[in-house]
T-cell receptor, first 117, second 112 residues
Framework: AQSVTQPDIHITVSEGASLELRCNYSYGATPYLFWYVQSPGQGLQLLLKYFSGDTLVQGIKGFEAEFKRSQSSFNLRKPSVHWSDAAEYFCAVGTLYSGGGADGLTFGKGTHLIIQP | KAGVTQTPRYLIKTRGQQVTLSCSPI?????VSWYQQTPGQGLQFLFE???????NKGNFPGRFSGRQFSNSRSEMNVSTLELGDSALYLCASNTPEGNEQYFGPGTRLTVT
């Protein structure tokens, strides 16, 4: 069965400092990997995704993630965080069908990011 | 282009009652997925509908059901509500290319 592990429940980072959120996955086939962000009381916003090709993917809001097959990891990074980045971050793995439709994504438990002034 | 719409945004029900939640996907998207989010279990996949057919289902009891209409709008129903059904229910609209899921703001269900 597929699974996603986000080892860090909470992370505190000073504003302007760099950030790395960890994600490890277990998946039988070629994984499709995603990072989502959720602000309090809101739905999920897609930050970036990886399907194939270049293992370093760029997303919105200055985020990037690197896919490392040998380590089964897909860590999210940002060189300099802003107070507005404080939120819950979710890593997910799944299969999306070409032509439409989607198998259910499997999400990690999330990492709560706190930004210190 | 309008985003994913979910109604109602907030709902309070009593144990034993039933509830129906609605989701309108992005125009042109024919697939809708539903997820339940709770503090204890996190985000869990409920089911996915494509062109009015349920194609995938997560590990939830039969009290959780859904349907999709010809205009791609989807509803999910929970019968005989239990306290543990209190959660944020998220709907996702899946792109025709099958490579992205866009989430709505969710419906916050509280069962008392």
């Amino acid at each position: 069965a597929q699974s996603v592990t986000q080892p860090d429940i909470h992370i505190t980072v000073s504003e302007g400092a760099s950030l790395e959120l960890r994600c490890n996955y277990s998946y039988g086939a070629t994984p499709y990997l995603f990072w989502y962000v959720q602000s309090p009381g809101q739905g999920l916003q897609l930050l970036l995704k990886y399907f194939s090709g270049d293992t370093l993917v760029q997303g919105i809001k200055g985020f990037e993630a690197e896919f490392k097959r040998s380590q089964s990891s897909f860590n999210l990074r940002k060189p300099s965080v802003h107070w507005s980045d404080a939120a819950e971050y979710f890593c997910a793995v799944g299969t999306l069908y070409s032509g439409g439709g989607a198998d259910g994504l499997t999400f990690g438990k999330g990492t709560h990011l706190i930004i210190q002034p | 282009k309008a985003g994913v719409t979910q109604t109602p945004r907030y709902l309070i029900k009593t144990r034993g009652q039933q509830v129906t939640l609605s989701c309108s996907p992005i125009s042109g998207h024919r697939s809708v997925s539903w997820y339940q989010q709770t503090p204890g279990q996190g985000l869990q996949f409920l089911f996915e509908y494509f062109s009015e057919t349920q194609r995938n289902k997560g590990n939830f009891p039969g009290r959780f059901s859904g349907r999709q209409f010809s205009n791609s709008r989807s509803e999910m129903n929970v019968s005989t509500l239990e306290l543990g059904d209190s959660a944020l229910y998220l709907c996702a609209s899946n792109t025709p290319e099958g490579n992205e899921q866009y989430f709505g703001p969710g419906t916050r269900l509280t069962v008392t």
